[in-house]
């Protein structure tokens, strides 16, 4: 294992794009993993092949560090689900936001299936986008979560990995800040056109924050982060 070597949680999303972004600034091999459960989110499996691929042809010099990809097959989790146990519950939205396919400790299981990855591959950090600060209703996102977790690992795999959580105390507007601290305006247009975050895989509809459906809760806390940022830098320009 070396020290200078991460494995990130990359769904495709905004959130864990900027994540990748922000390993490769800082570790010299970084390796990128999904997960594949079910034909929802076929769109985001597509946008992560493209951002990886267009991050790699506008910055070099992260291309360099820029390892293997993965996806695994988690199928599996459509068993566990609302819709497979119940048999006759049809995909919804809940009142949470969350569509009730959902699967409790879904992240859990994200992450203990990355670092049996990390650890084959010899990667220390593993890099996940989980947030407590737009809480979307995920108690697996939460630090307190994370830091157990990474305890449990390391002791149940006699490791030493640091889970590493970048985005746990900002908001969305903060995370577009990072991005732009980190590779300024070509990553945060990178960002906007190549990322997915939309509950509805929808990359029919082009708005000013990049892609998806607008409508859903996903598009909504990323269209007022986006807004926020915007409104920011703007405020910068002219004082
Ligand atoms: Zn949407």
């Given amino acids: 294992m070396t020290d200078s070597s991460a494995l990130v949680l990359f769904s495709g999303g905004q959130d864990s794009a900027t994540c ?3 390993a490769l600034n800082r570790f010299d091999r970084v390796e990128t993993i999904g997960f594949d459960y079910g034909q929802r989110h076929r769109a985001e499996l597509d946008a992560r092949i493209e951002f990886r691929a267009g991050l790699a042809k506008a910055f070099p010099g992260w291309a360099a ?6 996806v ?3 199928a599996v989790l459509g068993e566990i689900s609302d819709t497979a146990l119940t048999r006759e519950v049809e995909i919804a939205t809940m009142s949470s936001g969350l569509p009730n396919t959902f699967v409790p400790g879904r992240n859990i299981l994200f992450l203990t299936f990355a670092a049996a990855v990390a650890y084959r591959r010899g990667l220390k950090h593993v890099v996940t986008g989980v947030c407590e600060t737009d809480f979307s209703g995920y108690p697996d996102c939460r630090d307190d979560t994370i830091k157990a977790l990474q305890v449990a690992l390391n002791l149940g795999m ?3 990995f640091v889970l590493e959580t970048p985005l746990m105390w900002i908001n969305k507007a903060e995370t577009w800040s990072l991005a732009d601290k980190l590779g300024g305006a070509p990553l945060v247009e990178l960002i906007r056109d190549g990322t997915l975050t939309c509950y ?3 990359v029919e509809h082009i708005n000013e924050w990049g892609r998806g459906c ?3 809760p996903a598009c909504d806390l990323r269209a007022r982060g986006y807004e926020k940022f915007r409104t920011a830098a703007l405020e910068n320009a002219i004082a």
């Fill in 20 to 22: 990748l972004v922000w």
């Fill in 65 to 70: 560090r820029l390892g293997d990809d993965r």
């Fill in 72 to 74: 695994l097959n988690l």
């Fill in 158 to 160: 006699e490791s030493r």
């Fill in 200 to 202: 509805n895989g929808d």
């Fill in 214 to 216: 607008g409508e859903c």
